[in-house]
Structure formats: structure tokens, C-alpha cells
């Protein structure tokens, strides 16, 4: 079995080991939950005075010209587009991913209607994050029910899903309970080769593996930026529209920022051309600017490099739990295939909430999520392979010692 003294000397030999010191991280505490808000990166300090003191203190409203915030949504988009393997001018920074799908979502069924009429089905996973299924539900709803939802319980039932009715397959690339990773490229093209518009989630894989949308061939795809972003908390997300779609494309929320020529103030809206079609209002540019600063760490390395280690971390925490929990109830619900799995571990337990939070007053901090998943994500950044070593221990002394059934553990907070 791996040793403590085995990590240490991983961590020596980590090529990505000087990349930690990129971020703030509070002493003494083992932060396992960068999949849900990413830590803070010390270039985002020293962005957030800038932006705050110097180009809205001193500049005011000139920064929106002087200060380069006019164009943030697309200078930050064509910086995070390298990541996720996207054209420049195809992919901007902007409102939530929430708002963000219902915009490709709307757009893409909108085409739908006028050129595939005999499609109606949009398929997707009874699993998917609950906010993607809203927005779709809402949008059958908007529809006057012209489209039907249609859930799949496992990957497995995807290829049988996708029927000749089907308009539409939207999916998250990583599961956010069970870390399962679609193979984004050979699922696009069946759902392509079957007629079908394919729209991707990548709230859990932009940041923490390579994506190449170019490649993918699919439609579409939304994500957020403070996750494996490291963005901060409601940091703006992004939506990418594939140049071959820009001019089939009409989204529906008709913002001024998405006009021609949003200062004309012209009565009238008219759709600027290309990506800039799908920007609603004005953007947060204090948020905005620390995407960019985000960003500008991982332009010192790259993803294969971060997913290597990724893979390497996840695969260690698994062994040594195996190896030194498998008394105590636990299960993996992530694969054990390391290529159909995304940076987290979600094991389960019949008391994962309070296991959770027995962790957390070790220092060891992960989430839970519905309904029995305890849930630590292992960002290469900052996680260290003695942070596996040591979060295992913590989890092994939690539950030897029956501490998580103490009654402060089993209280509920509005965040899991
Ligand atoms: C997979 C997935 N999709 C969508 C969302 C919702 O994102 P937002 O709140 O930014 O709209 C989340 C949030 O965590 C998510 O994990």
C-alpha cells in the first residue's frame, strides 16, 4: 500500500507542485471541494485592487474604454476558448449557465421548429444537474409543449434513446454526483449521425480535463468559471456557438449588449453578427476580471499536464480507500475507469451529510449531494498527493471512531 512517506515523495518529484503557491489556501486545511467553488489564486488579489482601486476608483466610467472592459466578454472568452478547444470569436464569458442554456437551448429549438418539424424529443439524464432540467422543462413549457422531455437513467441508454424524433441531446459532460465522463467526441457524432443537435454541460470538465469542442462537432456548449476555474463565488460563466451555427442561431433574450450597435440606441433591436448575438446586459466586470486573472494561471501549464495528475490523485485516493475503508460501509459511486472519470471521488454512505461534516471539523473539506454522496474534488493545482494521504486518515479516524453520529453533525445547512 502506498505510505505517507511515498506521497511526500511524490509531491517532490510533481512537476505542477510550484503551481499551489499560485493560490491562498487557509493553513492547515485540506480543500477537497474545488469542484464546487475553486480556491483563490493569488493573481486575482492583486486583480480585484486593480480593477476596484485603480480602474473604477481613478478611471470611472472612462475604464469602460480606457480600461478595456468594453470588450471583457470576448477578450476573456477567446482566452478561456484555448482551454475547452474553441475558435476565437466563438465562445464569450456572460450570465450564469442557467441563463446561458436557456438562450442555446431556445436558439437551437427554434431552428428545430422551422426546419425539423418532425422532430420532438429532447433527450437528456434523469441524473443531470437539476438546474439544466428546469431551464429545458421551462422551455417545452414555452414551446406550448411542441417538444416532450425524454430521461435516461444511465449512460448505457443514451444510443437507444436518440429515436428519429429526437431534436435534441443535451448532456453534462461530467456527471456532478457521480463523476462520470462522457467521451464527448464518439457520443456528438452518433447524436449527429442520427439527426439529432447536441448540446454539452461543461461545468465540471472545463478546467479540470482537455475539451476540444472544434473537434466534438457538437452544436453547442455552456459552462461555469468558478469551479475548476478558480473565478470566485457566481464569477460569470460562458456559452460557445460554433461559427457554422452563428447564422442559424436566434436567441431570445434580445439585450442591448447582443445588438449591432448597442450605443446607436436604436428602437429596434437587431442581432449583431457572430457570438456577440448571445450577450444579454451589462457584465459584471469586477467578476469578469477575475476569470482573467484565473486564466492567466493556467497559462502556466496545460491541461494534459493538470489531467495527468488529476487522474493520478483520483486513482490514489480510491486505492487507499479501498484499501483502508472498506469496513466501514462506504461504496464508490465514481467509475474506476480512470478515462470515464472526471476530478472527483464520490463515495457513499448511508450518513454521508454528517460524515461530511465530522470532515470538515477535521479540516478536510468536500460536499455532500443528495442523496447519500459525500464528494471531494482533487484540483492538481492545489491538491498534494500527502493531502490524499492525509484526507484518507481523517476519513479513516471519522468513521472508526463514530464521531459523524454525534447530533451537531446531522444538522442541516441551507449549503450542503
Ligand atoms: C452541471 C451543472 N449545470 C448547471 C449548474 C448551474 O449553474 P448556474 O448556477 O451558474 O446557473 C451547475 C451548478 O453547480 C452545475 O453543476
Avoid at 471583457?72 to 478547444?85: E, Q, S
Avoid at 474534488?377 to 468513521?399: C, I, N
Amino acid at each position: 500500500m502506498t505510505t505517507r512517506d511515498d506521497c511526500l515523495l511524490r509531491d517532490q518529484r510533481d512537476p505542477l507542485a510550484a503551481l499551489r503557491d499560485e493560490f491562498i489556501l487557509p493553513a492547515d486545511t485540506i480543500y477537497l471541494d474545488g469542484n464546487s467553488l475553486g480556491a483563490l489564486p493569488k493573481a486575482s488579489v492583486a486583480q480585484v485592487q486593480r480593477t476596484v482601486a485603480a480602474e473604477w476608483g481613478e478611471g470611472l466610467i472612462n475604464s469602460w474604454n480606457d480600461a478595456g472592459w468594453y470588450d471583457m466578454p470576448h477578450r476573456v472568452g477567446d482566452r478561456l476558448a484555448k482551454l475547452v478547444g474553441a475558435g476565437a470569436g466563438e465562445l464569450v464569458v456572460t450570465d450564469t449557465i442557467s441563463v446561458n442554456l436557456f438562450k442555446l437551448l431556445a436558439a437551437a429549438l427554434r431552428y428545430v421548429d422551422n426546419k425539423m418539424p418532425e422532430r420532438t424529443v429532447i433527450v437528456s439524464e434523469r441524473g443531470n444537474f437539476p438546474a439544466d432540467l428546469y431551464i429545458a422543462q421551462g422551455l417545452v413549457e414555452l414551446f406550448g409543449n411542441r417538444f416532450s422531455l425524454r430521461l435516461i437513467d444511465t449512460p448505457e441508454q443514451l444510443a437507444g434513446a436518440i429515436t428519429p424524433e429526437v431534436a435534441l441531446v443535451m448532456l453534462t459532460q461530467v456527471d456532478y454526483r457521480t463523476g462520470y465522463l462522457y467521451d464527448m467526441q464518439p457520443v456528438t457524432r452518433m447524436v449527429k449521425d442520427k439527426g439529432a443537435m447536441m448540446i454539452w454541460d461543461l461545468a465540471h470538465s472545463a478546467g479540470a480535463l482537455p475539451v476540444d469542442l472544434a473537434a466534438s462537432g457538437a452544436d453547442g456548449a455552456v459552462g461555469c468559471t468558478y469551479k475548476y476555474l478558480n473565478a470566485g463565488p457566481g464569477a460569470p460563466g460562458f456559452i460557445w456557438v460554433p461559427k457554422r451555427n452563428h447564422t442559424l442561431f436566434r436567441q431570445p433574450i434580445f439585450g442591448w449588449w447582443g445588438h449591432r450597435a448597442p450605443f446607436a440606441m436604436k428602437p429596434e433591436y437587431e442581432a449583431a453578427d457572430g457570438i456577440a448575438h448571445f450577450l444579454c446586459g451589462t457584465p459584471p466586470i469586477v467578476s469578469l476580471s477575475l476569470v482573467e486573472s484565473a486564466l492567466s494561471v493556467f497559462e502556466k501549464t496545460d491541461m494534459h499536464a493538470l489531467r495527468a495528475k488529476s487522474v493520478a490523485l483520483t486513482e490514489l485516493f480510491i486505492e487507499l480507500v479501498d484499501k483502508r475503508c472498506a469496513e466501514f460501509g462506504l461504496g464508490i459511486a465514481s467509475p474506476r475507469a480512470a478515462d470515464r472519470r472526471g476530478s472527483q471521488v464520490s463515495l457513499t454512505h448511508a450518513d454521508a451529510y454528517a460524515v461530511k461534516q465530522a470532515l470538515i471539523q477535521r479540516k478536510v473539506i468536500g460536499d455532500f449531494r443528495e442523496p447519500d454522496i459525500l464528494r471531494l474534488g482533487f484540483t492538481p493545482f492545489y491538491v498534494r498527493y500527502v493531502d490524499v494521504w492525509d484526507a484518507v486518515e481523517a476519513l479513516t479516524q471519522v468513521l472508526a471512531s463514530g464521531e459523524w453520529k454525534q447530533d451537531v453533525y446531522r444538522k442541516r445547512q441551507a449549503v450542503t
